[in-house]
């Protein structure tokens, strides 16, 4: 079964306090507001509304927990992006995002959600720099990757993939193609999560096998 498909709902954390206490492994989703994220999240789930949990009032500036079948957890974090006001912004980071990212011994990796026409921003770096730190993965979907052509897509991975190269622990840092509404590269996330989480990968790779990791 694929690793998402009995995901439920679990909790909204909005203090660090609040965070569950046992020592079960999970995976993270982050992206810029729009950029896909909850698509992705209920493309992986197989389900329509999964991820629309996070889009409730009182929710969506929090941590959103989800349970796998398998007993693990992902964490559907804040889209960030849309104007507010800087010490908002900086409430938000200072006080649960950028604790959680960089001091969650039990989060395994974190997947960014990037729009493919407008990958690596500002503030897809800035949070990137919040878990660098922590030498965990990072695995970037190129998300709605059915808006650009074939040539395109191969062009934009490319390049993020250079630049990747360039960071310190290449090793560390995979990106791929993602469409929610095409369904691609859903086999492909799932192989990299499954590796992060020590579960076996059941589903078949699609496209140069789970990762598609770096040169
Ligand atoms: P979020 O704010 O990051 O959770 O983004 P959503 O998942 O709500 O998506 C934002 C918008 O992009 C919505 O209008 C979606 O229908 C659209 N979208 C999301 N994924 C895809 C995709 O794979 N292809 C296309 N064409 N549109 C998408």
């Known amino acids: 079964m694929p690793l998402f498909q009995r995901a439920v709902f679990l909790t909204t954390v909005a203090h660090l306090r609040d965070l569950p ?5 999970e995976v993270a989703f982050a992206g810029r507001s729009n950029a896909g994220k909850s698509s992705a999240i209920n493309t992986l789930a197989g389900r329509v509304r999964l991820a ?3 889009k409730t009032p009182g929710r969506t500036q929090h941590l959103n ?14 889209g960030y992006g ?30 960014v959600i990037m729009d493919i026409r407008r990958p690596l921003t500002d503030l ?3 949070l990137i720099d919040w878990f660098r730190p922590t030498g965990r993965p990072i695995h970037i979907l190129l998300s709605k990757a059915d808006k650009v ?3 395109e ?15 310190g622990g290449a090793e560390l840092y995979s990106v791929q193609l993602f469409s929610s509404l095409k369904k691609v590269g859903v086999d492909e996330a799932e192989g990299v999560l499954a590796g992060w989480l020590g579960l076996e990968n059941k589903g078949p790779p699609d496209k140069g096998g789970p990762g598609a990791k770096m040169p």
């Open 65 to 78: 927990y989800f349970t796998l079948a398998e007993g693990k957890y992902f964490v559907d974090l804040p």
């Open 21 to 25: 206490q046992d020592a079960i492994s």
């Open 52 to 54: 629309y949990v996070s």
């Open 149 to 151: 052509s074939r040539q």
């Open 153 to 167: 897509q191969t062009k934009i991975l490319r390049s993020v993939k250079a630049e990747l190269a360039t960071w």
């Open 124 to 126: 897809d770096l800035r």
């Open 82 to 111: 849309y104007a507010k006001a800087p010490a908002e912004i900086r409430a938000q980071w200072e006080g649960l995002i950028g604790p959680y990212l960089s001091k969650r011994q039990q989060l395994a990796g974190l997947v």
